[in-house]
């Protein structure tokens, strides 16, 4: 999978992030920084004018993070240790981010984009969702058994990531799969629940997941399955599909 170079460049976009009940940043005018992989996700870098001072106090050094200098934010009796950063040294690529403010999206109690919380991380401008109804024929194969199998599928295309396919539950074979206990949230397309499943002695934790949910941009996926293709072996037209590598390839700890 290729994953585009760090990038920087203006919203128009109002941003404001809360923390212990207040506002701590506010702006019309934040840096988006577009970025994938293991340096983080797209997030918002704010004018030192719009971040409050008054919550803000030096945050402890960072090994190997010469280049920022963290903050601890606090209100009230709320206080996330080394939650904030501003960039004094930025490599050349991010040069425009010198002196600006980010927040620890998760830190954080809540990010808005003007009236909308937004998760997880900021909505990449470039990046789109586009879900298409095929006839495709997909099978999913776990531990040599056809685990799912369909003509009707619903293949979604995310930019830079690769294609899913998203299978009606009637195609699915259910009564090998295990609900799970955990969630995800993507900002794109709402909260995902995950299945394991279980053939013969052979355990895939959560190699499936569905939308019941989805966000109004995205009700296209609503209550269908899709399976990791990192994770299982993936027949498109009767044609094994090559499994991708991506940050989703090896299992995850949850």
Known sequence: MHLPKPSVEPSARW?????????VADSKRTLLLRQYGPTGLPTYYFPQEDVRTDVRAPGRPVPNEQALEHWTVRVGDRIAE???????????ELAALHGYVSFHWAKMDAWYEEDEQVFVHARDTRTRVDVMPSSRHVRVVIAGETVAETTRPSLLFET????RFYIPRDDVRMDLLEPGQIKTRCP????????????????????????????????????LLAFFNERVDLYVDGELQERPKTPWSEQPTW
């Open 160 to 163: 830079d990531l690769p294609t």
């Open 188 to 223: 794109y397309k709402g909260v995902a629940t995950y299945w394991s499943a279980r053939v013969g002695d052979t355990l895939s934790k959560n190699v499936a997941w569905c939308y019941e949910d989805p966000i109004p941009e995205c009700p296209k996926i609503r209550g």
């Open 15 to 23: 941003v404001r992030v809360k923390f212990g009940g207040e506002f």
């Open 82 to 92: 080394n939650a904030a950063w501003t960039y004094v040294n930025p490599p050349s």
